[in-house]
């Protein structure tokens, strides 16, 4: 599941707010609680008269409202514990939530970046999906990511463009290693697959297409050779224009 910014902002501002409000009753009510416990004596409490004596400082003539009940000291005391726990726990979960979702956008780069979804892996920290403007550079990708000492890759390397879809592996002998997407990552990106590489699974990725369908697609190709554009595919038996609206948008054909 996928969870905006605006989203988790929401969600802070909810929990901030939940804060706030335990925090205002802990106070206030420890305010009230003393001002009973001084202004015992105070007529305007209340029609139902009451001693209080024994043992201890607070004895004397209480003034309580109707139906007024008797709370303890030790009762009022674990009320205000339970509202500094939940107080404490609502702002722990705000500024771990917030540290973790700036992480995430650092390390995954910001989905407004641009149309170029490329992966980054490998012996990094730093790894994750990236969104760069059209026309950007490895290098612009290793920038993003914040990986240093780029004199040690190819500058040639370095310069090549960077397409949807891409893959940029660092291993721990500090090589790139450029490749693509599996199909399934690519799906989940709503990027569309090459048509003309795509084997029996990936193609039963795409949802409506089954085995069967599948399995025409890849024959077709073994015997008329690669597809040349995507509107052969109404070539293939049970494939219309209907079916073709609906899966063309998930194949491309390379240059």
């Not at 009230?32 to 001693?51: F, L, M, T, W």
């Not at 726990?85 to 995954?108: D, G, M, N, W, Y």
């Not at 994750?128 to 950007?136: H, K, R, T």
């Amino acid at each position: 599941m996928h969870i905006t910014g605006r989203q988790v902002d929401g969600l802070l501002a909810v929990m901030l707010i939940v804060a706030a409000i335990t925090l205002f009753s802990f106070f206030s009510t420890r305010i009230v609680h003393q001002s009973v416990s001084i202004a015992h004596g105070d007529p305007r409490g209340g029609p139902v008269v009451v001693k209080l004596s024994g043992d201890l400082s607070q004895g004397g003539i209480y003034y309580l409202p109707d139906n007024a009940r008797y709370i303890t000291g030790r009762q009022v005391d674990g009320l205000l514990a339970v509202m500094l726990i939940v107080a404490a726990i609502t702002l722990f979960s705000f500024f771990s939530t917030r540290i973790v979702h700036q992480s995430v956008s650092i390390a995954h780069g910001d989905p407004r970046g641009g149309p170029v979804v490329v992966k980054l892996s490998g012996d990094l920290s730093q790894g994750g999906i990236y969104y760069l403007p059209d026309n950007a550079q490895l290098f612009h990708l290793l920038n993003l990511a914040g990986i240093e000492r780029q004199e040690q890759f190819d500058s040639n390397l370095l310069a090549l463009p960077m397409t949807a879809g891409q893959t940029v592996t660092l291993d721990a002998g500090h090589r790139l290693t450029l490749g693509q997407m599996g199909a399934a990552l690519r799906l989940a990106l709503d990027l569309s697959m090459d048509l003309n590489r795509a084997t029996l699974d990936d193609l039963m990725l795409i949802p409506g297409v089954g085995e069967s369908t599948a399995a025409k697609i890849v024959q077709f190709r073994e015997t008329s050779g690669p597809f040349k554009k995507v509107a052969d595919l109404k070539k293939i038996p049970g494939i219309k224009e209907k079916k073709l609206g609906q899966w063309g948008r998930h194949f491309y054909l390379p240059p």
